[in-house]
Structures are given as C-alpha cells and as structure tokens.
C-alpha cells in the first residue's frame, strides 16, 4: 500500500502513550501498541486505508513511539527519522504538556463515545494547504464545528438572551445581522465556544459557555493559523484591533 503520512489527531494519541512510558519507546508486542493500532485504524482520517492490515499495523504504531522517543532533546542515542509532524508535536508536548495531553484524552474520549465516527467533515476544518497543525487536531476541530452548527443549541442561546434583553450581535466586531439584513437578517446570529474541547472536555454545553459572533468572526475563531485553530471572542478582538479593524470594547 502507498505510505500514508501520520497526522495531528494520530502522533497525539501516540505521544500521549510515550509519555504515559516514561517517554521511552514501545514495543510491538505491547498489548498497548496493539490498542492504539486498532483505535488508529478506527479513526475517520484516511478512508477505506484501514483495509489494509498494513495500515497503522502494530509494527508501524511501534516504530512511531521510536520516532517520538528519539526525538525528545534528552535522548542520548541518535534520532530516528520521524519527520517534521512528529518533532512538532514533541515539541508542542515539552512546551505544554498537560493541555497536550488534554487534547489527547479528549480526543480518546470523543472516539469512545463514538460520535465523532458520525460527524462529516466540516468547512474550514483544515488550513487552505489541506493540513492542520493546530494543538488539537483535526477532528476535536471538527467536533467543535459540528457543535456550534447545532439549530438547537443556538436557538436557546438567542431565546435566553432576549429574555435577559441582551443585543443579538457579535461580540467581536458588533456586527448585527438584523440592523443591516433587516427581516431576512433579524434574529440570526452564530454562536461560538469560549473554552475549546481540549480545555473544556467533551461535557454537555451550558448557555454561558457560548458566545454570539457573525459569520466572519467565527470563521477567523476556527481558522488554522500558526499552530490554533481555536480562538476566544476576546483574542480575535486583539487581533482585529492590531488589523485596524473595529472591535467591540471588552466587558466590563
């Protein structure tokens, strides 16, 4: 079978595993190998790859926790060839270790539910090169996508904050959909998660944890940019302010 490049979602899982070793490689025969190697090949990424028993075999999983091991800067021996990918993530572990490792159990425990097997790909889940390096992955990207697309979700947020009288507007830029679309345009506005999944967990959503944008802030919140892919409201204020752009002042 032609070589498939191991991506974000997968050297997560397989890094958290060479942590959880004490940052030493595994063997094929590991019955850990042989569960990452079944969960790799279960995952949503590479379409019918897993047909091919070959496909993230044991032996292939077990070469990889080689390349991440080598790569740590404490290693004594010489490194393996890991590629850039898995030296990035290595490096995104040392820097920052417990939020990598949230974002690997987070995406453990979206697989085990099994609802991210039923989420389609979802637009702008991927930088325009068609990768993504963000910290969590493409497919906690792609589940956090898929739950701000929920009607339902966002339909209880805008009730809730009619009853509270609070302005239907982005809270980024302050653009209202209604005072510029007028009747097409009144009521409509998207909504956002202030905490990602790698930070929050995969928990049940509250009403306070959303917050409104229009259709071009949130689309700059999920852009994959320099290693995010995840933005707060107030970080993509400061990013609009350094732009020129006019932003909503912050809350008091």
């Known amino acids: 079978m032609a070589q498939i490049s191991w991506v974000r979602d997968e050297l997560l899982l397989a890094c958290a595993l060479v942590i959880e070793n004490g940052w030493r490689e595994l063997r094929q025969t590991d019955p850990r ?57 290595v490096a995104d572990f040392l820097k920052n270790e417990s939020e990598m490792l949230a974002a690997a159990q987070a995406l453990q425990a979206g697989i085990a539910s099994g609802e991210l097997h039923l989420i389609p790909a979802q637009p702008g889940e991927t930088a325009e090169d068609g990768e993504t390096n963000a910290r969590e992955g493409r497919l906690l990207a792609r589940w956090a996508l898929y739950r701000e697309r929920d009607r339902g979700l966002r339909d209880r947020k805008i009730k809730q904050a009619r009853k509270l009288n609070q302005p239907l507007h982005c809270e980024v830029c302050t653009f209202d959909f209604g005072a510029a679309y007028g009747p097409l345009g009144a009521g409509y506005v998207e909504v956002h998660h202030r905490l990602p999944l790698h930070v929050s967990g995969p928990r049940d959503t509250k009403l306070k944890d959303l917050a409104f944008l229009c259709a071009n802030c949130h689309r700059m919140c999920h852009r994959s940019h320099e290693g995010e892919s995840w933005r707060t409201p107030e970080e993509l204020r400061a990013e609009l302010r350094k732009g020129g752009g006019h932003a909503a002042s912050d809350p008091a």
């Open 33 to 89: 190998v042989h569960e990452l190697s079944d969960l790799l090949r279960s995952l949503p990424l590479h379409g019918d790859a897993a047909v091919d028993p070959r496909f993230r075999s044991p032996n292939s999983v077990s070469r990889k926790t080689t390349d991440i091991a080598t790569a740590h800067p404490d290693y004594a021996g010489e490194a393996t060839k890991g590629g850039r990918p898995t030296q990035q993530v």
